[in-house]
């Protein structure tokens, strides 16, 4: 009884993990799609995108440290 326990455990994980998996290829698609749209659009100006991601750099950081202290 307990194997058939396993059997049907192992199925269920199984599922899961194609599930996961195939959720992922499609966001994978989905970005991939956008990321198209906007190069037919004009590209991405990479300045604003670090921007976006890490901020003003340095230069925020150090305004950020000499109101700290």
Sequence with gaps: MSGV???IQ??????LML??????VEA??????EAVKAHQR????F???????VGN???RNTKIRSQIM
Aim: no cysteine; glycine share 20%.
């Design 28 to 33: 994978t698609g989905i970005v991939g799609r």
């Design 42 to 45: 004009g590209g991405i100006k």
């Design 5 to 7: 326990v396993r059997f």
């Design 10 to 15: 192992s199925l269920v994980m199984a599922a």
């Design 57 to 59: 750099g340095v230069r």
């Design 47 to 53: 300045k604003w995108l670090n921007q976006q991601l």
């Design 19 to 24: 599930g996961a998996a195939g959720t992922l």
